[in-house]
């Protein structure tokens, strides 16, 4: 499977180090979220793989082998700052881009008649860009990303600004997309979102990759919590190995070493009085991102 | 090299399809085919002589000094003999009326037509002398052939003698004037092809596959053709009308020569002058604000145009005028106003288009560098230096 390999890019705009050795990997039929605040180098990473911006060091290889111009005509494209011709047709304009990416007049013209018709703008196609509505825009853009049969998929902010249709409209292609084998990347701050459709995430914070990794690795923690709810005396926990505090009446959050005294703890509970459930917390990528982020403003 | 094509398509198409292009162009061949459609009846009525109607009693020995007078003058009239009415008229379809005695004739005019004035008053003299010569017992003929000798002939001297030659002069100025108003047309419509593709943001998409270089070449390819066929859309109507109105025949000065130059160096032009602003459009975000980079060079472009109409008719062969025709931004002027002329050598040609084609390729990295360093800089004006510094 070919793999999209980010190694130590650094990128400084002036005295701002907007990129700071940022390395990742993106494997062949992965979904790759990537996350972080504005301003955090999602789209300066983006844009230096696409060879749009150049980076002051490091490399981008794509199959082992730097990812020169030829290599990058392969490259899906969806840019932070939307854009096509406001003024040139739909269909027009998705063959002129997918000739430009080096398909043949008829080839272009077959994957125009495709992807209109699976993103639903087939009725539009001799329609200019700037008289349609701002979410069939956004399906243009998909669809001018994806009409050249791309090998990698990059895509900043692909659910800014969807309805809940088009979100699993896009959803949808991006998942085919990564089951034909191409590694997908894609930035967004919808976290749930990510946390439902990647296969792995990076989280970047002030040019930093700071955590990355399959959700259930970043999730997993060195101290696991359990939260426990019923109806129990106060000093229950008094004998409890562990910390136990009340978060709300009725809720506990019961921090152990492991799962055999999280056991233990539940056991007394029980003895205590009525327990209606016991779970353990695991952070969602929401949580894991206000750390980094307060982990930022601390900093 | 395809994909470069395939941008120069793009634009031609969308230039020359746009509805503003086509409706523009429509009515301007509408206006030069129609105008002389309609003009040729005018144009062709003044070759028909007009009749003027002569007494034949009282005014008939003058009707061969107004046809001398006439031929003279080169003025196209018949003069008719008739018995003129007690009343005189104007009679319909006829320029006057010309009535006795024959040493003080009275003309009679409907509007005033001072040629034909003219005509009257200079046959009215040449019969009095006549008749005065005779009677003095002279050869009215001889006295004709020897006033019609009479004539000085003018020589200038010193130095501007004969060199300022007007037809010359106002062909170069034709031609360079076209080249001026096609290269400014041109220069803006790159601009705002530019400033489009980043406005729209769509240049980002469009640099994750096409080198910025290429993008600019196809552009300036692209909008080049477009402009030939605008000129074309307006030269070959205008030959038409000129051979359909018979003002070929009248022109003077050989077209082929001039026309070359045109094609020449509207090429070498293009390509420079293009580029070079195809490049600095990139420093500015919105097409409101281009007027910050094309006014000072639209300025700018007029100082080569003004040199050349100053320089080549005062100082031909001067030093500044053999040494701005080798210079880049000068010589699509230059050389055609001194070609014109006739005052440049064959060699002087072959080396101006020489370094013209040697500085397009490097004309082009640095406008492409220039280019590829602000296209994506959103926001307020670049500064040439940083944008320089980005690429």
């Known amino acids: 499977m070919p793999d999209l390999r980010i190694d130590h ?35 300066t ?65 077959a994957a125009m008649e495709h992807w209109t018709e699976v993103l639903g703008v087939a009725e539009r196609r001799d329609t200019e860009v700037e008289k349609l509505s701002l979410g069939n825009q956004q399906r243009v853009q998909l669809a001018s990303a994806l009409v050249h049969g791309p090998e990698v998929l990059v895509l900043d902010e692909p659910f800014s600004g969807l309805d809940p249709v088009a979100v699993e409209v896009m959803s949808g292609v991006l998942r085919e997309q990564a089951a034909r084998g191409v590694p997908v990347i894609f930035s967004s701050h919808q976290l749930e979102l990510v946390e439902r459709l990647c296969d792995r995430v990076g989280i970047v914070r002030a040019g930093r990759m700071v955590a990355q990794g399959t959700i259930d690795e970043l999730r997993a923690t060195e101290r696991p919590v359990w939260e426990l709810t019923g109806s129990l005396p106060a000093g229950w926990a008094d004998a409890v190995a562990g910390s136990v ?54 900093a | 090299m395809s994909t470069v094509w395939l941008i120069a398509r793009r634009e031609f198409r969308v230039r020359t399809l746009s509805k503003a292009s086509l409706i523009s162009s429509g009515i301007m061949i509408a206006i030069i085919v129609i105008g002389s459609l309609i003009a040729k009846p005018f144009l062709t009525g003044d070759d028909e002589p007009a009749t003027v109607q002569v007494d034949t009693a009282t005014a008939g020995d003058l009707v061969p000094y107004l046809d001398a007078a006439a031929e003279a003058q080169d003025a196209a009239y018949v003069f008719a003999e008739i018995d003129a009415p007690a009343e005189p008229a104007v009679a319909e379809d006829t320029a006057g009326l010309v009535v006795g005695p024959a040493d003080a004739p009275t003309l009679y005019l409907d509007g005033g037509d001072e040629t034909l004035t003219g005509i009257v008053q200079v046959a009215t003299q040449q019969a009095a002398l006549s008749a005065a010569v005779e009677d003095l017992g002279g050869d009215p003929t001889e006295v004709a052939t020897a006033l019609a000798g009479a004539v000085p002939t003018v020589q200038m001297l010193g130095d501007d003698a004969g060199d300022f030659d007007s037809g010359a002069f106002f062909a170069g100025f034709a031609v360079i ?41 196809g552009k300036v390819l692209g909008v080049g053709l477009y402009a030939l066929v605008q000129a074309a859309a307006m030269v070959v109507p205008a030959v038409f009308a000129a051979w359909y109105l018979g003002l070929l025949e009248q022109f003077e000065i050989p077209l082929g020569p001039l026309l070359t130059n045109l094609a020449v160096w509207f090429v070498l032009g293009f390509a420079i002058f293009t580029v070079f602003f195809g490049g600095l459009a990139a ?109």
Request: include cysteine.
């Open chain 2, 283 to 391: 420093l500015v975000s919105r097409q409101e604000d281009i007027g910050a980079v094309s006014t000072p060079m639209m300025l700018l472009m007029m100082v080569p145009l003004y040199l050349s109409i100053y320089l080549v008719p005062n100082n031909p062969d001067g030093a500044a005028t053999a040494v701005l025709t080798q210079v880049p931004f000068f010589a699509p002027f230059m050389v055609p106003m001194r070609a014109a002329f006739g005052t440049i050598a064959g060699w002087e040609i072959a080396l101006a288009i020489g370094i013209c084609l040697a500085t397009i390729p490097l004309l082009t990295w640095i406008a492409g560098r220039v280019y590829a360093g602000a296209v994506l800089n959103t926001g307020g004006r670049m500064k040439l230096r940083d944008a320089l510094a980005r690429s």
């Open chain 1, 245 to 298: 505090t009340e978060a709300s009446p009725g809720v506990w959050r019961v921090e152990a070493a492991d799962a055999a005294a999280a056991q233990a703890a539940l056991a007394s509970a029980v003895k205590a009085g009525t327990v209606t459930s016991f779970a353990e917390v695991r952070p969602t990528l929401s949580e894991l991102f206000q750390g980094v982020v307060s982990e930022e403003v601390s």
């Open chain 1, 45 to 109: 990473t983006m844009r230096i793989i696409l060879g749009v911006l150049r980076a002051d060091a490091g490399t981008v290889t794509w199959n082992e082998a730097p990812l020169d111009l030829e290599a990058r005509r392969r490259i899906g494209y969806m840019p932070e700052e939307r854009g096509l011709y406001p003024r040139m047709k739909v269909g027009e304009q998705l063959i002129y881009l997918a000739r430009l990416h080096g398909l043949s007049a008829a080839d272009a013209a």
């Open chain 1, 9 to 43: 890019l650094t990128k400084s705009y002036g005295e701002l180090r907007a990129l700071d050795d940022v390395s990742f990997t993106v494997r062949g039929g992965e979904l790759f979220g990537f996350v972080g605040s504005n301003g955090a180098g999602k789209t």
């Open chain 2, 177 to 217: 004037f076209i080249l001026f108003f096609v290269l400014i047309q041109s220069s803006s419509v790159i601009m705002m092809g530019v400033v489009e593709e980043k406005a729209s943001r769509v240049v980002e998409i469009l640099l994750a596959t096409v080198r910025p270089a290429t993008l600019l070449g």
